[in-house]
Structures are given as C-alpha cells and as structure tokens.
C-alpha cells in the first residue's frame, strides 16, 4: 500500500473510533479534574458522573460532543502519522527487504514519538475544552465543572488561539509533551 493510501485509510479510521468513544474521554477528564473540596458530581464514578451529565446537559450535548472538533482533528492526524507511517519507515529501517523486531521497535517509537509530538496542541485543547463544556446561560456556565465561571473558548480555534496568547507554547500547547 502506498504511503497516502495508509494515511487515508489510518487517519479517518482513528476519527470514527475517537468520535464513538469521545463521551468516555469527557467523562474520564471530568472525573480527573473533579474537586472533592468543591464536589460539582453528586456520585464521582464513571456512572453517576455520565448519569448527571446527560441529566442536566443531555446525551449529545454534555457527553458526545465536549472536546469533539479537537479530538477528531487529533485522531486524524495522530492515526495518519502513527499508523500511516508505520510501515515506509519500517521498509526504509530494513533496507534489504527482512525485517526484525528492531525494526518493527524503532518505526513503532519514531511514528508514534511523531504523531505524539504533532498531535499533544489538540490534546490540550481537547482536554480544556472537555473540562469547561456546560450548560452556558447568560456568558457563564451553569453546570459541569466550570459553573459559575465565564465561557473561554467558543470553539476549537477559539481554544487554540486564547491558549497559545495567555499561556505560549512551552507552558500552553505543549503542556504535558515531555510524558505524552
């Protein structure tokens, strides 16, 4: 397979699998993020926290889209890099043709080192903007974990743009990219 068909094929591949599973990784930020000094979940567990979600913010609204556009930008990215490269890199490591596990250990490693590092902007902005999605009314939200707060970010570029001026790249976008 040529390398634009493995990125084709890897890219929206990752995209519909992140996009069908996006309501866990709302709810896995939401509980990583819950204060239980200033408890915001009635039942901090993955149930009750995804029962008072789509109870108050509904099922769409509150757990499948937060964080949606970033994610499925990431995954197609990601997916593309990740797995799409895969495989030229490993024919270029083998060289002749035999490929061993060295090979296969270095083009998994460079890949996904490379998909890491392009993709770790869209996870932070993923993950802020799962952690503020609510219910908004009148400029400031009114459930999830920001209630009470003003709105931030109005969407995905919106995210980016506001992250990169207040906080730069090394402590905004790539926040976390050493572990990543």
């Known amino acids: 397979m040529n390398l634009a068909k ?3 094929a890897a890219g929206p591949g990752c995209a519909v699998a992140n996009g069908l599973l996006n309501c866990f990784e709302t709810t896995k930020v939401k509980l990583q993020l819950h204060n239980h ?3 915001v979940y009635d039942t901090p567990t993955t149930r009750g926290v995804m029962m008072q979600i789509a109870r ?3 099922i769409v609204r509150g757990l499948m889209t937060p964080g949606l556009s970033a ?3 990431r995954s197609m990215l990601y997916g593309s ?3 799409g490269l895969y495989s030229t890199t490993k024919e270029w ?3 002749d043709g035999k490929d061993n596990l060295s090979h296969r250990m270095l083009s998994g490693m460079f890949t996904g080192g490379l998909g890491s590092m392009i993709s770790c902007p869209l996870d932070v902005v993923r993950t802020r903007m799962q952690a503020d999605a609510g219910v908004v009314r009148n400029g400031k939200y009114v459930t999830g974990l920001k209630k009470g707060d003003a709105v931030r970010y109005r969407g995905m570029i919106s995210a980016f743009l506001t992250i990169f001026k207040e906080e730069g790249l ?3 976008l790539y926040r976390g990219a050493s572990v990543t």
Request: hydrophobic share 30%; proline share 5%.
């Open 81 to 83: 890099y990740r797995v």
């Open 170 to 172: 090394k402590k905004g």
């Open 37 to 39: 000094a200033k408890p």
């Open 71 to 73: 994610s499925l930008t």
């Open 6 to 8: 493995e990125f084709a």
């Open 56 to 58: 108050e913010e509904g």
């Open 93 to 95: 490591l083998s060289g």
